[in-house]
């Protein structure tokens, strides 16, 4: 159990007292891990669902190291949006003021969509840190108008989206324009496999925190309501009739199925933003200012839209469609329950999920399978669950028999082997209808 304060870790008296302006009273479970670690100067992989409190796990021990009057780069914080480097880039220049370093210390927001020239005016002199997104700082860099060997310390934020977005090859690229032995920080909400040749290259014997948060903390619910062949919009009617969110994610998994919820349920009332990477970008910044002056009750969002943006006040997450894959289930159920607040989970499901629940089942999900009913949530039996399990597995014994070989001759023992036949078949027609499925 984590009993520690940030008083135990070696932090100087300034880091000290911004902590506590924060408000923070005691790490989180990432932050008790990862922190004594970075302060040694190791390289650590941090892995840990969203809301946990990653950013602060690095920003508070890095930004404890910084020296004041080197007039050159120090710290690089890598991330895969404008708009998540935005807001990490607002967290540093709050620590600096809080820690009175504005004549001291300096940062800067290196991303696209803005005025490149006026960029490089502005780097004649170094700053100590740099937050931006990768192809922005590499422009940079290739222009000789900013150095990075100088960092100490390199971060990549958000890695697997870094890695889903294509941008992990342009990281590789900053890395070689690194010293060898820079301190290597990579935090994410899950690990992809594909990443493992990455961290082989530039890591080694790194830390590894990961922190087993789960998917399914005792302040989070999770339901399921079946479509049975009904409109997803009416449903969702009905399920704003029960909620009453703060705020709520709706998820799609296509941006023409966002622009339809979306338009549908504005039409019916509900105060809705649209957000996927379909829109133009001033779209996006007039839907993200919305989001970001509470001037929306529900978001209709695609995967890679929202986690392109850290949203804030999530009290409900709605599966309209539920994903294809375990783990984007886990980056949307991130979304809520945050830091210890309450949250619910409702997905929307037919028959081609019923793989995708027993996998989270599996995993330790316990689902209420519900109905609304007169504006009230009501238990449900689990839609043609059990009769889809025994309909595959008869119809499976069924198709394999088809290809079992009779024997010309009748010996003893012929029954048994002929059914071994047919186990062997099936097996081979389980693995083939499992990789379809993928």
């Not at 669950?385 to 001759?409: F, G, I």
């Not at 071994?420 to 379809?436: A, E, P, V």
Request: aromatic share 6%; hydrophobic share 35%; net charge positive.
């Amino acid at each position: 159990m984590n009993n520690k304060r940030f008083n135990a870790y070696e932090f100087n008296l300034s880091t000290l007292e911004v902590i506590q302006k924060l408000g923070f009273s005691k790490p989180t479970d990432i932050q008790h891990e990862a922190i004594p670690e970075i302060l040694q100067g190791k390289s650590v992989i941090g892995k840990s669902q969203t809301g946990s409190g990653k950013t602060h796990a690095y920003l508070l021990p890095l930004m404890n190291q910084l020296r004041s009057g080197i007039n050159e780069v120090q710290l690089v914080i890598t991330l895969p949006t404008r708009e998540l480097a935005t807001q990490i880039y607002d967290e540093v220049k709050k620590i600096i003021k809080l820690a009175e370093k504005e004549d001291e210390w300096t940062a800067k927001l290196l991303i696209g969509g803005t005025d490149k020239q006026r960029m490089i005016r502005q780097l004649k002199k170094s700053p100590d840190i740099i937050v931006g997104t990768p192809g922005r700082i590499m422009d940079l860099v290739n222009e000789n108008a900013l150095s990075i060997y100088s960092a100490s310390s390199f971060v990549i934020d958000e890695a697997d989206l870094m890695l889903d977005l294509g941008f992990i090859q342009t990281v590789d690229q900053l890395l070689v324009r690194c010293q060898k032995d820079i301190q290597l920080l990579v935090f994410s909400a899950t690990i992809p496999q594909r990443l493992e040749h990455f961290f082989k290259k530039y890591l080694d014997q790194p830390i590894y925190v990961k922190i087993d948060d789960g998917i399914s903390p005792e302040t989070l619910e999770h339901r399921l309501i079946a479509l049975k062949h009904r409109d997803i919009t009416h449903i969702i009617m009905d399920i704003s009739k029960v909620i009453q969110p703060y705020l709520a994610i709706i998820f799609t998994n296509g941006k023409e199925k966002a622009n339809e919820i979306g338009a549908s349920i504005q039409e019916k009332g509900l105060n809705t933003v649209i957000l996927h990477g379909g829109l133009s970008p001033r779209e996006r910044k007039r839907a993200l200012k919305q989001i970001q002056q509470l001037q929306c009750q529900y978001i209709v969002a695609t995967d890679l839209a929202s986690r392109g943006i850290d949203i804030k006040g999530v009290s409900h997450v709605i599966n309209a469609e539920l994903p294809k894959e375990e783990h984007f289930y886990t980056h949307r159920v991130g979304r809520t329950a945050r830091a210890g607040m309450e949250g619910d989970v409702i997905s929307i499901y037919g028959e081609q999920d019923i793989s995708l629940i027993n996998k989270l089942e599996n995993k330790g999900i316990s689902f209420i399978y519900s109905e609304v009913k007169n504006g009230e949530w009501e238990n449900a039996n689990p839609w043609n669950k059990r009769k889809m399990r025994t309909d595959t597995t008869t119809n499976l014994d069924k198709e394999a028999w088809r290809y079992v070989k009779k024997p010309k001759k009748i010996k003893p023992g012929y029954k048994k082997k002929m059914k071994q036949q047919q186990q062997s078949i099936k097996k081979q027609l389980q693995k083939k209808t499992r990789r379809n499925k993928k």
